[in-house]
């Protein structure tokens, strides 16, 4: 009795034997695989970055005492002077409505939200195609088994060959395709999630300098108004000091 020697099938020649749609499905879910370590990657590089820089403005809005002195401490991070830089532009705009100071908070924090959502937008910037993957690799493969299954089906039927030997090694090529589209997908949610917690982190810290932005410019408000109660010269959006005196 002789024995017959096992087929061998590696993942490289299961896709070099599949038919041209499933080997266009499997090439497609490859590079969906890689985009997504990619991703994570530059992601991850980013976020770490932001945090970084977040944090480091964080601790210099905690101790600055003015709007001026807390712009002058955050030119390391974008977002933190960008929203300083707004809480002043207003504030130097409105110079000439000196008595309107809830107006001018109402209008500082209209600005100021919409560059949190802005950033909050940003920081997201990428992370869609991750969850499109995520969603679509599994059925993408699934249409490459079908596919692949119909095919081997269909030459069988032309070769009127019944042996479970003709029809494997089709149904293996076909399957691989529904293993790489799980290969694609699971990571690409998994890392998803990751991404999406890392981000949520970093918009939180992005509204806590929102707030202490906010802090400063109440601060510099209650200034004024107290110097101006005390019939001293205030010109608003000037430099601040609590020892400087107009028309002493």
Request: proline share 3%; aromatic share 4%; net charge positive.
């Amino acid at each position: 009795m002789t024995d017959l020697a096992p087929i061998a099938f590696s993942p490289w020649e299961m896709f070099l034997n599949a038919g041209p749609v499933v080997r266009c499905v499997m090439t497609l879910l490859v590079v969906a695989s890689v985009l997504t370590w990619t991703i994570l990657i530059a992601k991850s590089v980013e976020l770490q970055r932001v945090r970084v820089r977040l944090t480091k403005a964080e601790q210099a809005l905690e101790q600055a005492s003015t709007l001026e002195l807390g712009a002058a401490g955050t030119r390391q991070s974008s977002i933190a002077h960008t929203l300083v830089m707004a809480a002043e532009t207003e504030r130097k705009r409105s110079a000439d409505i000196p008595d309107d100071r809830e107006g001018l908070k109402e209008r500082i924090v209209l600005h100021l939200e919409r560059l949190e959502a802005a950033e909050g937008r940003r920081l997201m910037r990428g992370t869609g195609v991750l969850a499109t993957i995520g969603a679509t690799s599994p059925f993408i493969g699934l249409f490459g088994t079908v596919w692949g299954i119909m095919t081997s089906f269909t030459g069988i039927a032309a070769s009127k060959a019944t042996s479970l030997a003709v029809v494997a090694p089709g149904i293996a090529e076909a399957l691989l395709a529904t293993a790489l589209g799980l290969v694609a997908a699971i990571p690409a949610v998994v890392i998803y999630n990751h991404l999406a917690r890392q981000t949520a982190t970093c918009r939180a810290q992005v509204a806590d300098i929102t707030a202490l932005v906010m802090r400063l410019v109440s601060r510099d408000l209650g200034r004024m108004q107290a110097l101006s109660a005390s019939g001293q010269v205030v010109r608003l959006g000037a430099t601040q000091n609590a020892h400087t005196v107009a028309g002493e």
